[in-house]
């Protein structure tokens, strides 16, 4: 089974960036999502970015347009969170998922099978 190891969170400034990876044990199959998640203390889980087909198809939370890219490299299995112009409210745990199931929004939590365990963003004025 597939094995998905978030990295790249710390504490940074308002403004500043930081990049996310979430390197997966293996191939996950071209017919497949990874997705971005972050969750708050006593929030519900929310998607933030999510990337398809092998990268031929990219969202975004409304909240992260222009801010966040989302990115993959095929060849080492690993997929990139590019987070610019970091606001306080992007303070959260964020998660990678996979083995998305079709039929449903990207941005359902539900929908993937697979989680990280999730690194830590924080960000301070």
């Known amino acids: 089974q597939v094995q998905l190891e978030e990295s790249g969170g710390g504490s940074v400034q308002t403004g500043g960036s930081l990049r996310l990876s979430c390197a997966a044990s293996e191939y996950t199959g071209r017919r497949n999502c990874m997705g971005w998640f972050r969750q708050g203390p006593g929030s519900e889980r929310e998607g933030v970015a999510a990337i398809c087909t092998g990268g031929a198809d990219t969202y975004y939370a409304d909240s992260v347009k222009g801010r966040f890219t989302i990115s993959q490299d095929n060849a080492k299995n690993t997929a990139y969170l590019q987070m610019n112009s970091l606001k306080s409210e992007d303070t959260d745990m964020y998660y990678c998922?996979?083995?998305?199931?079709?039929?449903?929004?990207?941005?359902?939590?539900?929908?993937?099978?697979?989680w990280g365990q999730g690194t830590q963003v924080t960000v301070s004025s």
């Open positions: 998922a996979t083995n998305f199931v079709y039929g449903g929004s990207w941005s359902s939590p539900g929908r993937y099978k697979t």
